[in-house]
């Protein structure tokens, strides 16, 4: 029994479904909802406000930010900043030297590479990690790609130009 001492009282859960005041939340092992989640986080949607809000408006469903912040906790979905922190070292160069290898012009920068990543894994790496593992692989090819260098602009005088109509 129960009652003798040695023993544990025996556990009672008076809400076993966990529907209390909040009947149109979904339940905690919603798929729908899961899946949802996965696809804000392949879209770049972190914030937890901005979640809630377009759960509500595009699928009408109705999740208060603190309740997507925990289900985002338990699926293992972060930003770029802990993601980063938390991946092993290999994982995180083979990623990167994977979409720079399939890049053989040379083109895409850090924003891009990030954004492919993400796109292509669901898994978020900040930019600034991403453009120094480009410099260390390729540094001739990341300085072909200097967006600091303008083009050169075209002269007034040449035909087929706009000129400034007001000489101040």
């Known amino acids: 029994m129960a009652g003798e001492p040695g023993e544990s009282p025996a556990k009672h859960n008076r809400n ?4 209390n005041q909040h009947k149109d939340c979904p339940p905690k092992n919603d798929n729908h909802v899961t899946q949802l989640l996965y696809e804000y986080q392949r879209r770049e ?3 937890k406000r901005k979640i809630s809000q377009l759960l509500l408006e595009e699928h009408g469903i109705k999740l208060s930010e603190s309740s997507v912040a925990r289900r985002r906790r338990a699926l293992g979905l972060y930003a770029s900043g802990v ?4 991946l092993p070292e290999n994982v995180k160069r083979q990623l990167i030297f994977t979409q720079m290898a399939k890049d053989t012009s040379k083109k895409l920068g850090p924003r891009m590479i990030k954004q492919i990543i993400a796109r292509e894994t669901g898994i978020h790496l ?4 991403i453009r120094k593992e480009m410099l260390k692989q390729d540094p001739d090819g990341f300085a072909s790609r200097d967006t600091s260098i ?12 706009a000129q400034c109509m007001y000489n101040i």
């Open 126 to 129: 900040t930019r600034d990690y």
């Open 16 to 19: 076993p479904t966990g529907r």
């Open 45 to 47: 949607v972190f914030d």
């Open 83 to 86: 993601t980063t922190r938390q």
């Open 150 to 161: 303008k083009k050169p602009r075209a002269n007034a005088d040449e035909p087929g130009t």
